[in-house]
């Protein structure tokens, strides 16, 4: 071969080996940059990822934080309606016992009672949303208030019809008709009963015979005068006290008292606290 075949072979030699570089260089230039174009998405992924949850969150505890207060606002609301409740069954039996010294009519009588068992029973749907909204700590001195209250009502309803027994008779022995006899000899017999007790709690003979003439005094009332419920309720006023002036409905306002104390303070706490675990 001459010298100028060897030139040419070299030649297109030296051209192919510079194609085959080129080609190398290019697939690795290539492969570089998908991996940094990779790493560029991933690094995008991983930071999209992250504003998403970061949002994610905050909109929780945007949620969450909504949630609490309208909790609190529904405890706060639940627990003001049950303290009106229970104050309103006090208030409404001792209208009750202030109207009852007045001449009422039957409607009026009846009128009264109802407005005590609708308080009593609006006083237990108000303790029954304290009981569900909770916690524990607010819903025992409910509780606990709501007893006392049912015991308060009993001696205010039975106060009411020993006052009404009481006014009773005092207009009809100063109506100067033909019952003032009567009605003056049951009083009488009355103030023996409280003395005789007084004298000899013990003596139940002493008693009884109190007993019989308040009886006596009492068959001669003209009729309708006193019902039956209205004669027990004197016996047992003037034998002992009446119902309001009672150890037992003095304890019940003691004990409603002390409660609500408890109640209003658990409150306080409940709705001024931090969110709940």
């Known amino acids: 071969m001459d010298l100028e075949g060897i030139g040419a072979l070299t ?5 192919v080996f510079g194609v085959l570089a080129s080609v190398l260089v290019g697939r690795w230039q290539m492969r570089a940059a998908l991996r940094a174009a990779e790493a560029t998405g991933q690094a995008g992924l991983a930071q999209a990822e992250a504003a998403y949850r970061a949002a994610l969150d905050a909109v929780r505890a945007q949620a969450n934080a909504g949630h609490r207060q309208w909790h609190r606002g529904v405890q706060r609301e639940a627990y003001a309606a049950f303290l009106l409740a229970a104050h309103r069954v006090r208030d409404v039996g001792e209208r009750f016992v202030v109207e009852s010294e007045q001449d009422l009519s039957a409607e009026g009588v009846r009128a009264g009672r109802a407005g005590l ?3 009593l029973a609006a006083l237990k ?5 304290v009981e569900l909204e909770g916690p524990d700590e607010v819903a025992a001195p409910a509780a606990a208030m709501t007893d006392a209250a049912q015991l308060m009502s009993h001696f205010l309803g ?3 019809v020993y006052e009404r027994a009481w006014g009773k008779l005092g207009r009809l022995a100063g ?8 009605a003056s000899a ?3 017999a009355l103030g023996r009963l409280r003395a005789g007790r007084r004298a000899a709690e013990e003596d139940g003979e002493e008693i009884g015979d109190g007993e019989r003439a308040c009886r006596v005094a009492w068959g001669a009332l003209p009729a309708g005068a006193l019902d039956d419920d209205e004669f ?6 003037w034998s002992s006290r009446p119902p309001a ?10 004990r409603f008292g002390e409660a609500e104390a408890r109640f209003v303070r658990a409150a306080k706490v409940e709705l001024h606290s931090g969110s709940r675990s």
Not at 175 to 182: F, K, L, T, W
Not at 232 to 237: D, W
């Open 117 to 119: 068992d609708d308080a």
């Open 158 to 160: 039975a106060q009411a």
């Open 11 to 15: 030649a297109a030699g030296v051209a």
């Open 125 to 129: 749907a108000a303790q029954t949303i």
């Open 232 to 237: 027990r309720a004197l016996l047992e006023g």
């Open 175 to 182: 109506a100067g008709a033909g019952g003032s006899q009567g």
């Open 245 to 254: 002036s009672s150890r037992l409905y003095l304890d019940s306002v003691t």
């Open 186 to 188: 049951l009083v009488d």
